[in-house]
């Protein structure tokens, strides 16, 4: 088991509750997608999993390890956050500096960093990047540059808030290699979503949440052909749900609805 999450509930300031009583495990290996409509709190519990927000009530577990404030250093060795806004995590006056950050942080001596960066840098195929002010770089390199900073930690899981959001085409498909990359390793993947068609194409797992509950839980051919589960979270079912969800195996890409027909 990668992530326990028992009895989950938060409320912030304003007294507004961001999620209420959540229960959900995340499976070692897999990658899940939570998903629902903007305020349904899909950020508020990814935030818990690596210690960015603190449980209120109830409990997080990451790879055996309760998350609290004495076990954040090491929780967040573990489970790296990937923020919907890069703006969020890219603040140093170079791409190297801000993906060199985190080691740092851990006490890490200079060349063990700029060999860990370099390595990095060559695998993602960023190297160019690297003297750059996060602020020349476009949406798509900030995000790429971004999760190097994660993956240089070398977590066993990931957690990203709408990874592909604001991509183009070709942009989304070299992120979306270089997380392939990281599951192809038997490492874990977690992510929020409005994407279903790729999300249908893409997760093994699916969580679906509404109103700060979650809903359901499945896998995700199972979930995207739930007609009153998708309703209810104000979801649309994928187009390859809608036209071959009655299939045993139903297609899951266009490639394989194409093999079918």
């Known amino acids: 088991m990668a992530v326990l999450i028992e009895n989950l509930s938060y409320t912030y300031p304003d007294g507004r509750n961001a999620i209420k009583n959540i229960n959900a495990h995340f499976e070692k290996g897999k990658k899940t997608a939570v998903v629902g409509l903007n305020g349904s709190g899909k950020s508020t519990l990814l935030y818990h999993l690596n210690g960015t927000i603190l449980p209120q009530t109830g409990r997080v577990n990451i790879l055996g390890e309760e998350v609290s404030k004495k076990t954040l250093n090491s929780v967040r060795k573990k489970s790296g956050f990937l923020f919907d806004y890069p703006d969020h995590q890219l603040f140093l006056t170079s791409v190297y500096e801000d993906i060199g950050f985190g080691l740092k942080n851990l006490g890490m001596g200079r060349e063990e960093v700029e060999a860990a960066v370099d390595r990095i840098l060559k695998k ?133 609805a194409l093999n079918l027909l």
């Open 124 to 256: 993602l195929n960023i190297e160019h990047l690297k003297d750059y002010s996060p602020y020349q770089l476009s949406l798509g390199q900030k995000k790429i540059c971004a999760i190097a900073g994660v993956l240089v930690m070398e977590p066993e899981i990931i957690v990203c808030d709408e990874p592909f959001s604001g991509l183009d085409s070709k942009v989304k498909a070299a992120f979306k290699a270089i997380l392939d990359d990281f599951s192809k390793e038997g490492k874990t993947i977690i992510f929020s979503t409005h994407d279903q068609d790729f999300c249908y194409e893409w997760a093994d797992n699916v969580y679906v949440m509404n109103e700060g509950e979650l809903i359901a839980g499945g896998d995700a051919v199972s979930i995207f052909n739930n007609a009153e589960v998708l309703q209810r979270a104000g979801i649309v079912m994928p187009k390859l749900a809608r036209l071959f969800g009655h299939k045993n195996p139903a297609p899951r890409s266009v490639e394989d």
